[in-house]
Every structure is written in structure tokens, then in C-alpha cells.
């Protein structure tokens, strides 16, 4: 059974720059959400996917714009990037439908520096 | 106000010794209670899920306290695996997760 996967593992981009990650959700699943995550913070949710539409979005600018495909994969683009935008971009999968309570699973991550 | 807050600690503690964490929440309208495990530069993992009459997974013990807002963790007889950041998350639907900024436990042998 596939887990999350994101691609690519670590990326370096300077400022003003624009960039994509990719992720696909685990089998089974078809709600991907993204979370951004500083150095010593927990995750933060930037927004989620579910039927190719963005359902919920999180405190992020409108440099954050993300879409979801047929498949369920999901991609997060950043435009104009700030030295701020260094983190960790978490993508989680979930089933909308499954009874458990709204469980996600989280992918490896991408590991974004910006110089 | 944090919509999260927890201790982030370290927890120094030796090999089998049992260990909590506490965690609050702001938002009395969150319906989903988690705890995740995090090793370092790794994702989360979820560990358990939280719920109102107490849950137990092996040496780990979950409660929730919904009028005070708060949920504990509890690891008995710590292993030096159990070393990582336990990160309390909160949701209040089908959508955002909300994350602590986790409690960092390290077991010494």
C-alpha cells in the first residue's frame, strides 16, 4: 500500500522565484491538504483539496495557490518567494468519507530554502 | 493566544520512567483530537486519536477533557525509541488540522 509521496525531496530557489511541489495522496485517498512547517514550530495548514477544489484555506497569501488533478495528486505553487518561505511543505491525505475522525497521513515533505 | 499550547519542553527522562504531556486547546467548538509523533526532520506520524471516555494503546494513554479544553498524553515505561516530538493537534471539522508547536522528549539510557 503506496503512502503519501512528494516530490522533490529538497529544493534551493532565490527570492522572487517561483516554485512547485508535488504530492501524491496515499491509495485509497482522495483529500490532500498542505501544511507549512518553520523550524521548532508545529505545521500550519495553508489549504485542502477535495473533488479538484479548494475547500478550506488557511492565513496564506495569495502567493499560495495550489490544484488537485482526476488522480488526486496535488500540486502547491509559491510565486514571488521570500527568505521566509524556507520550511518544510507537508502534503497529508485523508478519505472525506471514512468513518474515522478525519484522520491524515503526511508525506516525507520538501525541504524549500530560499536565498 | 495560541489556538494550541503546549510545553515544549525537553522532557529529559530515563528508560522506564512514565512521562505525560499536557496540551489546551482554545477553539471549544474542535470536534477532533489527535497526537502525533515527530522525529526529527521527519513528518508526523499519527500516534493516536483522542477521545472523550479515554483511550489506551499499549504503554500510551490518551484523555480528553472537553470543559477544561485539555488533553493529556501518558507514556509508560519509556523506551529510547520514544524519543521524538509529540505534537497535540486539534480540528474543528473535515479540513484544517491545528497543531501544537509539540513537546520534545528525549529518553536516556
Known amino acids: ?115 | 493566544r495560541k489556538e494550541v499550547e503546549q510545553d515544549p519542553g525537553p522532557f529529559n527522562v530515563p528508560e522506564g520512567a512514565t512521562v505525560a504531556f499536557n496540551c489546551t486547546y482554545s477553539n471549544s467548538a474542535s470536534q477532533s483530537f489527535f497526537w502525533y509523533r515527530q522525529d526529527c526532520r521527519k513528518e508526523p506520524k499519527l500516534l493516536m486519536s483522542v477521545y472523550s471516555s479515554g483511550n489506551e494503546d499499549g504503554r500510551f494513554t490518551a484523555q480528553l477533557n472537553r470543559a477544561s479544553q485539555y488533553i493529556s498524553l501518558l507514556i509508560r515505561d519509556s523506551k529510547l525509541s520514544d524519543s521524538a516530538t509529540y505534537l497535540c493537534v486539534v480540528s474543528s471539522g473535515r479540513r484544517a488540522l491545528t497543531f501544537g508547536s509539540g513537546t520534545r522528549l528525549q529518553v536516556q539510557p
Request: charged content about 15%.
Open chain 1, 1 to 115: 500500500d503506496a503512502g503519501v509521496t512528494q516530490s522533490p525531496t529538497h529544493l534551493i530557489k532565490t527570492r522572487g522565484q517561483q516554485v512547485t511541489l508535488r504530492c501524491s495522496p496515499k491509495s485509497g485517498h482522495d483529500t490532500v491538504s498542505w501544511y507549512q512547517q518553520a523550524l521548532g514550530q508545529g505545521p500550519q495548514f495553508i489549504f485542502q483539496y477535495y473533488e479538484e477544489e479548494e475547500r478550506q484555506r488557511g492565513n496564506f497569501p495569495d502567493r499560495f495557490s495550489g490544484h488537485q488533478f482526476p488522480n488526486y495528486s496535488s500540486e502547491l505553487n509559491v510565486n514571488a518567494l521570500l527568505l521566509g518561505d524556507s520550511a518544510l511543505y507537508l502534503c497529508a491525505s485523508s478519505l472525506v468519507l471514512r468513518g474515522d475522525p478525519y484522520e491524515q497521513y503526511f508525506g516525507p515533505g520538501t525541504r524549500l530554502t530560499v536565498t
